[in-house]
T-cell receptor, first 112, second 117 residues
């Protein structure tokens, strides 16, 4: 079955540690996105990538980093520089600019 | 600024009532794409509809209908005869087509809809 896989579903980390969230898609989509969701804040864009080896900062990129070395993978690293990393993270992909984005099931990150 | 505003944070209705979710957007692009998504309690976003900036035709899909008005930069979503299963968070989104934000997909804050039996 084609789709977007985010792993793990729940993630716990100690403050000060970097953590990498996985996002893999087998839909052959060119574009991929990372969003953060906090209660009452909607979805805020962290990074997005239109093609392999290229990505752009979204609205809240500080404290995050990404890579796009393969078409099917777009991992997100939450660094220790991110002040409030506890949130629900959603990954999405789309074939291009005119089509809808498909979302993964999300990763809930808790930093203690 | 390019952004999406969903002014209604929460809406509560009784089953069988009609409900309209508002979405207002701002963009400098002449070409752009608008979307609506539903997020049930499970958390995964479900795509509902896509509309491009050149297509102002309203659309109906079962109990769902969408009203796109370019003159007021609005893309409102109406659920007719609401049901308990419609309870979810609904998001409006805008994809940019031009300039340095090419491909950027921006979401509104979302509207929490609760349908009571």
């Amino acid at each position: 079955d084609g789709g977007i896989t985010q792993s793990p579903k729940y993630l716990f980390r100690k403050e000060g540690q970097n953590v990498t969230l996985s996002c893999e898609q087998n839909l052959n989509h060119d574009a991929m996105y990372w969003y953060r969701q906090d209660p009452g804040q909607g979805l805020r864009l962290i990074y997005y990538s239109q093609i392999v080896n290229d990505f752009q900062k979204g609205d809240i990129a500080e404290g995050y980093s990404v890579s796009r070395e393969k078409k099917e993978s777009f991992p997100l690293t939450v660094t220790s520089a991110q002040k409030n990393p506890t949130a629900f993270y959603l990954c999405a992909s789309s074939t291009g600019i005119v089509t809808e984005a498909f979302f993964g099931q999300g990763t809930r990150l808790t930093v203690v | 600024a390019q952004k999406v505003t969903q002014a209604q944070t929460e809406i509560s209705v009784v089953e069988k009532e009609d409900v309209t979710l508002d979405c207002v957007y701002e963009t400098r692009d002449t070409t752009y794409y608008l979307f609506w998504y539903k997020q049930p309690p499970s958390g995964e976003l479900v795509f509902l509809i896509r509309r491009n900036s050149f297509d102002e035709q309203n659309e109906i899909s079962g109990r769902y209908s969408w009203n796109f008005q370019k003159s007021t930069s609005s893309f409102n979503f109406t659920i007719t005869a609401s049901q308990v299963v419609d309870s979810a968070v609904y998001f409006c989104a805008l994809r940019h087509y031009g300039g340095t934000s090419y491909g950027k997909l921006t979401f509104g804050q979302g509207t929490i809809l609760t349908v009571h039996p």
